[in-house]
C-alpha cells in the first residue's frame, strides 16, 4: 500500500465553483471580522477543485439574480467581469419552421435587474479573490474518496497520479493525500462522485429522489448587430416537441458573443434522445439560421441539472459535513436558476462552519444549524415557494402546465404536499414501445448521418473538439461499467444503447466483433464531467469516478 501524505485544516472545501468559492470568501470575511472584535478563532480553510485551474470546467453564458453576490461581495460589479444587465427578455414557442411568441410568460421566467455572465470568467474572477485573501487553494486535485469513520466525514482523499490503465503505478506515480478537516464542505456540482457516496453511506437522500435535465450549450461569435449583449431569448415546443418539459436558450454577451443551448430532460422515454444531435436540429430553424448566419462557432460544453427542488434535496449536514449549490440540488427550476442559490447556500454553510468551530464541536446536531438557517433564508423560501414545479412535469408539458395553475393557486403546493418523481431513467422505455424500431442502430457507424442537416450544424466530435477536454489516456478509465455484457445483450436489445445518444460527447460506441456481435468500447478522453451517463443508464451500472487530477474539459476566457 503506498504511503499517502496526510494534510490537516480546519475547513476543506471540495470544488472551486461559484458555492465552494462564496463559502471560502465568506467565512474569511466573518474571521476577519471577528479579529476586529477581538474574538477569532486562528482556523485554516482549504479549497480542493478537480479542473487544471479554477473555471476550466464551467463554460461561459448564465444569466444570473444578483441578490446572493450583493450580500457576499458589495459593490461587486464595479470589479467582476459581467456581461451587463439583461435588456430585453423574450419567449416564444418553436414549430419546425415557426415562431409564435408566448402570450404568458410566468413572472418567473421575467429576467430584468438579473446579470449576464461569463460565468467562465466570473468563477476565475472569485478565484482570484479567494487566493488574494491567502485562502489555500489547489487545483487539479480531484477528491477521490470520502475518510468516513462510521457516520462522520473527516476529509477527503484526493486521487493517484501516474497510474496506468490497468491502476498499476508509472514512473512518475504519485500517491493521493489524506486532507482531513474538521468540517468538510462537499460542492462538487451536479451529482458529485463524493456527494453521491456520502449520501448513500449515511442515508441522507430527499423525500424524492433527484431528477435532472441535460444541457448542451455553444458560444458563437456573430456578426456584428445579430444579436445584441443583455438581450435573453427562451424557447419551448421544437425539437423537443410539444407534450416534453425543457427548450433553448439564448444570451446575448459583449464582443458578440452568444451563448446559445438547449435543456433536454432525462426522463424523456425515446431511448435514442441525444441532446447534441437536437442542439444542431434547433440552429436549423429559421429564427437561429439568421442569427447564426456569417458567425464562428467557438466553444462547447455540457451538464447536467438539478431540477427535482426542495423535496429532491438530500439532508444538507451531518457529522463533520455539509453539502451545498448544485450538489446540495439548489436549483430552482421554475426560474432556470441556480447560481444565487448555490451562492447563499455557501455562506450560510460558512456562518455555520465558523459557529461549530468555535463551539469546538462539529457534530450533526450543530451543523443542523446550516439546513435551518436554509429554510430560513430567502433563498430556502424562494426554492420552497416551487416546491413541487418540476415534479408537475414528468407526466409532460401539458400536466405540467395544470400542475403549475394548481400550484399558483395555492403557494406551491398543488395536488400534492410532496408530489412523488421517480428517477429518470426508470421513464425509459424499450425501443419496440417507442415506434423506434427501425431506427435503433446497433453501431455509430450504422447511424445514417453524422450530423442533422443544416449549414451550422457540426458533428458530435466536432463540438467536443471545442470543449478542449482531454485526459491521459494511460490511465484507470474513470467510467466505471459494472457489466459490460448487459451494454451487448439485453440493453442492445431492448434499447439500442441509448448511452450512445444521451451522452454529449460521444464517450460510448458499440463495436462491431468479427463474430458480428458488438461490445462496449469507452472513449474517456473525450469525457465533458457532465455525469449524464451517471443518471441516464437504464441498466444502473455505469459510475463515474474522478479522472487523473486536471482532466477535462478546459473552457477558456474567450
Not at 479542473?51 to 476550466?56: D, F, I, P, R, Y
Request: proline residues 6%; hydrophobic residues 35%; aromatic residues 8%.
Amino acid at each position: 500500500m503506498a504511503e499517502r501524505e496526510t494534510l490537516e485544516t480546519d475547513v476543506l472545501i471540495v470544488g472551486a465553483g461559484p458555492a465552494g468559492l462564496a463559502a471560502a470568501l465568506h467565512l474569511h470575511k466573518l474571521l476577519q471580522d471577528a479579529k476586529a472584535s477581538g474574538a477569532a478563532p486562528e482556523l485554516s480553510i482549504m479549497v480542493i477543485e478537480k479542473a487544471s485551474e479554477v473555471g476550466a470546467h464551467i463554460l461561459s453564458g448564465a444569466v444570473m439574480d444578483p441578490r446572493a453576490m450583493d450580500e457576499l461581495w458589495p459593490g461587486w460589479k464595479a470589479e467582476a467581469p459581467v456581461e451587463g444587465e439583461v435588456t430585453s427578455d423574450d419567449m416564444y414557442f418553436l414549430t419546425k419552421k415557426g415562431k409564435y411568441p408566448v402570450p404568458f410568460v410566468p413572472p418567473a421566467m421575467h429576467n430584468k435587474g438579473n446579470t449576464i455572465l461569463s460565468l467562465n470568467r466570473f468563477v476565475r474572477w472569485m478565484g482570484k479573490k479567494v487566493e488574494e485573501k491567502g485562502i489555500d487553494l489547489f487545483t487539479g486535485f480531484p477528491g477521490a474518496e470520502p475518510i468516513l469513520e462510521g457516520a462522520r466525514l473527516c476529509g477527503v482523499r484526493t486521487g493517484d497520479k501516474g497510474l496506468d490503465k490497468d491502476g498499476k503505478p508509472k514512473s512518475n506515480f504519485e500517491a493521493g493525500m489524506d486532507i482531513r478537516a474538521k468540517v468538510t464542505i462537499l460542492a462538487e456540482g451536479t451529482r458529485g462522485s463524493l456527494t453521491k457516496v456520502v449520501v448513500n453511506r449515511l442515508a441522507l437522500q430527499g423525500e424524492n429522489p433527484q431528477i435532472y435535465s441535460t444541457g448542451v450549450k455553444e458560444i458563437w461569435r456573430l456578426k456584428e448587430g445579430r444579436f445584441p449583449a443583455g438581450k435573453v431569448v427562451h424557447t419551448m415546443g421544437w425539437p423537443l416537441g410539444i407534450n416534453v418539459y425543457g427548450g433553448s436558450f439564448a444570451y446575448g454577451m459583449k464582443d458578440n458573443l452568444l451563448s446559445l443551448g438547449l435543456v433536454v430532460p432525462l426522463d424523456l422515454p425515446n431511448p435514442l434522445t441525444d441532446p447534441q444531435w437536437l442542439l444542431q436540429e434547433l440552429k436549423s430553424h429559421p429564427y437561429f439560421r439568421g442569427i447564426l448566419e456569417g458567425g464562428e462557432l467557438l466553444r462547447y460544453g455540457g451538464k447536467t441539472i438539478p431540477e427535482g427542488g426542495w423535496w429532491s434535496q438530500p439532508r444538507m449536514a451531518f457529522d463533520g459535513g455539509m453539502i451545498v449549490g448544485d450538489a446540495a440540488g439548489a436549483l430552482n427550476a421554475q426560474r432556470l436558476k441556480g447560481i444565487h442559490l448555490a451562492i447563499k447556500s455557501g455562506m450560510l454553510a460558512a456562518e455555520t462552519a465558523l459557529e461549530a468551530l468555535k463551539k469546538g464541536d462539529t457534530g450533526a446536531s450543530t451543523l443542523a444549524a446550516y439546513p435551518t438557517r436554509w429554510k430560513e433564508s430567502w433563498a430556502g423560501k424562494e426554492l420552497w415557494g416551487v416546491r413541487n414545479f418540476r415534479q408537475g412535469f414528468q407526466g409532460g408539458f401539458i400536466a405540467g402546465g395544470f400542475h403549475y395553475v394548481l400550484q399558483q393557486l395555492t403557494g406551491g403546493r398543488g395536488l400534492h404536499a410532496i408530489h412523488p418523481v421517480q428517477e429518470d431513467h426508470t421513464h425509459v422505455r424499450p425501443a419496440v414501445e417507442s415506434n423506434l424500431a427501425g431506427e435503433v442502430w446497433l453501431t455509430l457507424d450504422d447511424r445514417p448521418a453524422k450530423k442533422p442537416p443544416g449549414e451550422h450544424s457540426v458533428d458530435k466530435l466536432s463540438d467536443v473538439y471545442l470543449s478542449g477536454t482531454k485526459h491521459e489516456e494511460n490511465q484507470p478509465c474513470h467510467l466505471k461499467v459494472a457489466d459490460t455484457s448487459i451494454c451487448a445483450t439485453k440493453c442492445r436489445e431492448t434499447y439500442g444503447n441509448p448511452c450512445m445518444y444521451f451522452c454529449p460527447a460521444q464517450v460510448y460506441e458499440m463495436t462491431r466483433q468479427k463474430d458480428g456481435s458488438t461490445k462496449l468500447h469507452i472513449n474517456a478522453s473525450n469525457c465533458v464531467h457532465c455525469k449524464t451517463c451517471d443518471i441516464a443508464d437504464p441498466y444502473g451500472i455505469i459510475t463515474w469516478v474522478t479522472p487523473e487530477g486536471g482532466g477535462g474539459p478546459q473552457y477558456t476566457d474567450l
